[in-house]
């Protein structure tokens, strides 16, 4: 068994000094020792709670600390997000995320969530869920259910942490990814770049993830989305080479890992998302919406896809047909070059 790297930040800052294209090449090559270039996972994430959460996430409309104009919303009826789920199916979703505005769920909440975990594995998809800090009990609980993926982001260094958020700790958020881990539950695990923080809280942070006993399967990186009311809404646009360079270390550190192309999308023209592809991400949410925040919409990602001739992944679950893979497969090769989406709308 060959023994896993364990990386440096000094290491880390080295890869994010390396020149552009040296830097995307090697992503590139290490990409393609794991994946199919030409493949990129397909998930959809539903906000199944909305606003109204305690903690003080700065970056984040759903606290109840900020005035962002968000209605808050009670738990969702399990057939709702069923139902959610069917039609992110057959849309070409081959994963169903679900989240949460909560600091942690209570345990009135748990036979809900149990019930949507095994009704959306039902329909043959993949599971993952968000909803904040878990205990043992409530992670074995969701994986006695079937739960695929729980995701829960470092967000930053625990450095630049403190800077971000106060109501809970950064070693509360790596005891939920051990009690993830140790229920049996593969671990979703990524960050956020635009807070505020500089390159060497980058490069901490992906030390952090490729550091774990077990690197995530799924690293989300996702580009601050500004949201007016909070207190990170006049930070600085994060450069788009600095976001590609992010996903590219991502790759080179986490080379087994899916690298997910998360929020922040909906900013980003087709050439930076291509080159985000070709640093190494293979996954992104797809639907119009993530959780609160804009998306693009299907047609947009389709058009994109057949542009640089890319298949979505077929799903790993044991329960599903390859319905979704065609419907998209059919999708891009039908998609109209004149179908835009308008984010005001």
Not at 17 to 45: I, Y
Not at 56 to 73: A, F, H, M, V
Not at 86 to 104: D, H, L
Not at 140 to 165: C, K, M, V, W
């Amino acid at each position: 068994m060959i023994e896993r790297k364990q990386w440096t930040i000094k290491q880390a800052q080295e890869l994010f000094g390396k020149p552009f294209f040296e830097l995307l090449f090697q992503a590139q090559q290490v990409h393609r020792m794991h994946f199919d270039p030409q493949q990129v996972q397909v998930s959809t994430l539903l906000s199944i709670k909305t606003g109204a959460c305690p903690e003080d996430c700065k970056y984040c409309p759903q606290s109840s600390r900020y005035k962002t104009g968000l209605e808050k919303e009670r738990l969702m009826e399990v057939e709702q997000v069923i139902d959610s789920a069917r039609k992110a199916k057959n849309a070409g979703s081959t994963r169903f995320c679900m989240g949460a505005a909560w600091k942690n769920p209570h345990e009135r909440d748990m036979p809900y969530l149990e019930k949507m975990v095994k009704e959306v594995k039902a329909l043959g998809m993949e599971t993952c869920m968000t909803l904040g800090m878990l205990n043992g009990s409530q992670a074995q609980r969701l994986a006695d259910a079937g739960l695929d993926y729980y995701n829960h982001n470092l967000d930053t260094s625990p450095e630049f942490y403190g800077n971000i958020i106060t109501t809970r700790t950064y070693q509360d958020r790596l005891d939920t990814l051990d009690n993830v881990r140790d229920a049996g539950i593969k671990v979703c695990s990524g960050g956020i770049v635009g807070l505020g923080e500089e390159i060497r809280d980058r490069a901490a942070l992906l030390v952090q993830l490729a550091n774990l006993p077990k690197p995530p399967e799924s690293v989300p990186i996702n580009m601050l989305v500004k949201v007016k009311g909070t207190p990170l809404a006049d930070n600085e646009d994060v450069d788009p080479f600095d976001f590609i360079r992010t996903i590219a270390v991502a790759r080179i550190m986490m080379p087994a890992s899916h690298v997910r192309l998360s929020a922040g999308r909906e900013q980003m023209n087709e050439q930076t998302q291509a080159m985000c592809f070709m640093a190494g991400a293979n996954s992104i949410f797809y639907g119009c919406k993530l959780l609160t925040t804009p998306n693009p919409a299907e047609d947009k990602d389709l058009q994109l896809f057949r542009k640089l001739g890319i298949n979505p992944q077929q799903t790993q679950t044991a329960f599903g047909d390859n319905q979704q893979q065609q419907y998209l497969a059919e999708a891009i090769i039908n998609a109209d070059n004149e179908q835009f989406y308008n984010a005001a709308l």
